[in-house]
């Protein structure tokens, strides 16, 4: 409340108790008269000051002002209209949290000061991210939706797009930046990594330097990218790249491997991944002075004494009747070609672990149902199937041929056939699998646990896949197709602490779902009712000393909030 002081068109002074209130929608102050008082020169032979005299009295009233838990009064007008969307999210203050922690935003004011730019491109960064994470969607949905939080939003959506090249050419920085402070606040157990490769589709026909036609994961046509991640011991992501779509994924490790023992300082460590990445040049680089691998080996198409091996029952240790596990230590022998033509030739000392689970075997079979069923249905209809829509089903069919070129079924010279050797031969090693690894004193134990730890980079991908929509991608040009994964990346990052907190007692679906949905609309002037509360909202807020269990706040109480998560 302040004292209002008006001119009159008599030239007289006239004095009234106001107060201003800030509407979000209209984005402008409205002033609302509490209490009438009356001229100045009306109150001169009664005080020496009016002015004075009634501004003490309002400073005095703004002492005694109810506080935050007194009751509103809210006038419900029927006829009221809604002038657009209303609601605004106050979840995100969590994740804002997180990027504070990680003095993100100190990392890029430093890049803006030597940048010629008027835009903020902190602000953008948040917004990029925060939408990624809670209601993901295009650059422009991100911009257009971007009055949902209690954000500065001042730059358009070409500052948008400026803004993304930018991002481009700090990439490698922020990651390292990222990593830093991780290692810092949270430490990182880089005794164990974990490597996997996926890749990302784009929606166009036409290839270019980055956007290349190759194996995808998705088993789609048009060309994609491929991202090389690592992942620390506990589950944290530490650093990502980006290749041509058709790189082979075998070639994407050494370049990372490199760079995160070389920039982030991490030393030896035992590299963990799956069969795509055990090749001679990679077993023969990550072998034990350099820490070591830990790769899976594929049974089928192994050699026929691997086969041989893995199905002969002599030296199998059974651990009840559904599973069991033998070893074996040998030496590989490596040769290959250097880029440079130089000839590598080595002999490498290794153990395999084979391992079967009646678990495995039975849901190999149960995954292969509908792979037969497709097969079958190839063999009846097969006009209504081409090479991209009979991915994984082609290989128990005699006779099918392809079309070079549009990859339809070509007409056979002998009916297609359900192949029952093909099927029967893969039958045979449901439920065996063998991991390969430099550490050959390690236990048996000990090799397949580290092993199994890749699940959660594979279900990292499907996270950002999921969750964080990272694809489609809806820019085409490389250095915004850049910045979109490095905003995915920190997004990533920051909902895998999020679980780290919280004893990854929660998905990280979960989390963003809930995040999501503590939304507020303004009811009166500058207060806002909020309506969800759950567990992960409270465990989150009471780590954060923020209490979303109140159905009411001013604007007050938000910009509070959203400044103490900065601090």
């Known amino acids: 409340m302040y004292l209002k002081k008006s001119n009159r068109k008599n030239g007289r002074i006239y004095l009234s108790i106001a107060e201003g209130h800030y509407n979000p929608q209209t984005k402008q102050t409205k002033t609302i008269n509490i ?121 358009s959506i070409s500052d948008v797009y400026r803004s993304l090249t930018l991002f481009s050419t700090f990439r490698d920085a922020l990651q390292l930046w990222i990593h830093e402070h991780i290692v810092a606040d949270y430490g990182r157990d880089t005794s164990v990594t974990y490597y996997d490769v996926t890749n990302y589709y784009f929606e166009i026909d036409e290839q270019d330097e980055l956007r290349k036609k190759g194996v995808s994961k998705e088993h789609r046509p048009e060309p994609i990218i491929q991202m090389g991640l690592f992942m620390d011991n506990t589950g944290l992501p530490m650093a990502y790249q980006l290749f041509p779509g ?99 030739t080595a002999q490498l000392a290794e153990k395999q672990v084979v391992f079967y689970s009646r678990d495995y075997d039975k849901r190999a079979k149960a995954d292969r149902e509908s792979t037969i069923k497709k097969a079958k249905g190839i063999i009846a ?40 050797k093909a099927l029967a031969e893969d039958e045979k090693y449901d439920g065996y699998y063998v991991i390969t690894t430099s550490r ?31 694809r489609p991608v809806y820019v085409s040009r490389q250095d915004h197709i850049q910045a979109h994964f490095l905003t995915c990346f920190i997004s990533l990052v920051i909902v895998r602490l999020l679980q780290h907190k919280t004893a990854n007692v929660f998905s990280a679906g979960k989390i963003l779902n809930s995040l999501s949905k503590i939304n507020c609309s303004v009811i009166k002037d500058n207060v806002y009712m909020f309506d969800y509360y759950d567990e992960v909202v409270k465990q989150l807020g009471e780590m954060y000393n923020i209490d979303f269990s109140k159905k009411f706040r001013t604007q007050a109480e938000i910009k509070n909030i959203l400044a103490s998560v900065k601090s």
């Open 35 to 155: 209490k009438k008082i009356g001229y100045v020169d009306e109150f001169l032979s009664e005080y020496s000051d009016p002015i004075k005299h009634f501004t003490d009295i309002v400073d005095e009233m703004n002492k005694n002002k109810p506080n935050e838990k007194s009751a509103v009064t809210v006038v419900i007008n029927g006829t009221e209209k809604i002038s657009g969307s209303e609601e605004k999210n106050l979840g995100y203050a969590i994740l804002s949290a997180v990027y504070h922690e990680l003095e993100i935003d100190k990392f890029i004011a430093n890049r803006q000061q030597s940048l010629k730019v008027e835009y903020n491109i902190n602000a953008i960064m948040k917004l990029l991210i925060f939408s990624r994470l809670l209601y993901p969607g295009s650059k422009k949905k991100a911009f257009d939706e971007k009055e949902q939080f209690f954000e500065r939003n001042d730059f």
């Open 246 to 344: 058709n790189n082979n994924d075998c070639t994407t490790l050494l370049p990372l491997v490199k760079k995160i023992r070389k920039e982030y300082n991490i030393g030896k460590c035992v590299v963990v991944s799956d069969k795509g990445m055990n090749t001679q040049k990679n077993a023969y680089y990550l072998s034990n002075k350099r820490g070591g691998y830990v790769f899976s080996q594929s049974v089928r198409g192994g050699t026929k004494e691997l086969k041989e091996y893995v199905l002969r029952e002599t030296g199998y240790e059974w651990l009840g009747t559904d599973y069991k596990k033998k070893s074996r230590q040998f030496t590989r022998g490596v040769e290959f070609e250097e880029d440079d033509g130089t000839k590598i």
């Open 381 to 420: 209809n097969p006009q209504n199937f081409n090479k991209f829509n009979t991915y994984g089903a082609a290989k128990y069919i005699e006779h099918i041929e392809f079309d070079k070129k549009t990859g339809e079924i070509l007409k056979p010279q002998s009916k297609l056939i359900f192949n029952e």
């Open 440 to 470: 050959y004193w390690e236990s048996d134990d000990w090799i397949i646990n580290t092993y199994k730890g890749l699940w959660r980079i594979e279900e990292t991908f499907k996270v950002t896949k999921s969750e964080l929509s990272a």
